[in-house]
């Protein structure tokens, strides 16, 4: 995973961390990776309502968390759509977009080498 290149990406969005529920400075995604003795939660603001919650789970995996209740329009949708282009073409990786839960069974993937977006078939 391109650690580095995931905290350059957060400079063009305005993010707040907490560290076991107390606001911090945010110490770069290794060193969360690395201290395993608390909760780490990374928020970012898109836009002017679509609050992005990344949580460091694992360091071969970036899971991201977004509220569908935060989608409320057209404008939202592509805030989120050019974001998760933004941060696959950072990372030099593709993107999923899941339901929660269930990271093998995505609804869209963004593949930056070709710049494309895949449409998946329902999975049900």
């Given at each position: 995973?391109?650690w580095?290149?995931?905290?350059?990406?957060?400079?063009?969005?305005?993010?707040?961390?907490t560290?076991?529920g107390?606001?911090a400075l945010?110490?770069?995604?290794?060193r969360?990776?690395?201290n395993?003795?608390?909760?780490?939660?990374?928020t970012?603001?898109?836009g002017?309502?679509?609050i992005?919650?990344?949580h460091?789970?694992i360091?071969g995996?970036?899971?991201?968390?977004?509220s569908p209740?935060?989608?409320?329009?057209p404008?939202?949708?592509?805030?989120?759509l050019?974001?998760?282009?933004?941060?696959?073409?950072a990372?030099e990786?593709?993107?999923?977009?899941t339901?929660?839960?269930a990271?093998?069974?995505?609804?869209?993937?963004?593949?930056?080498?070709?710049s494309?977006?895949?449409?998946?078939?329902n999975?049900?």
């Amino acid at each position: 995973m391109h650690w580095d290149r995931f905290d350059q990406l957060l400079c063009q969005y305005e993010c707040l961390y907490t560290f076991n529920g107390v606001e911090a400075l945010f110490p770069g995604s290794l060193r969360v990776l690395g201290n395993r003795e608390g909760s780490h939660l990374l928020t970012m603001l898109l836009g002017r309502s679509i609050i992005i919650r990344c949580h460091f789970f694992i360091a071969g995996q970036l899971e991201l968390d977004i509220s569908p209740e935060e989608i409320t329009g057209p404008s939202e949708h592509e805030e989120v759509l050019s974001f998760v282009e933004n941060l696959a073409d950072a990372l030099e990786l593709s993107a999923d977009i899941t339901p929660e839960n269930a990271e093998k069974t995505p609804f869209l993937t963004y593949v930056p080498q070709s710049s494309a977006w895949h449409i998946h078939d329902n999975p049900r």
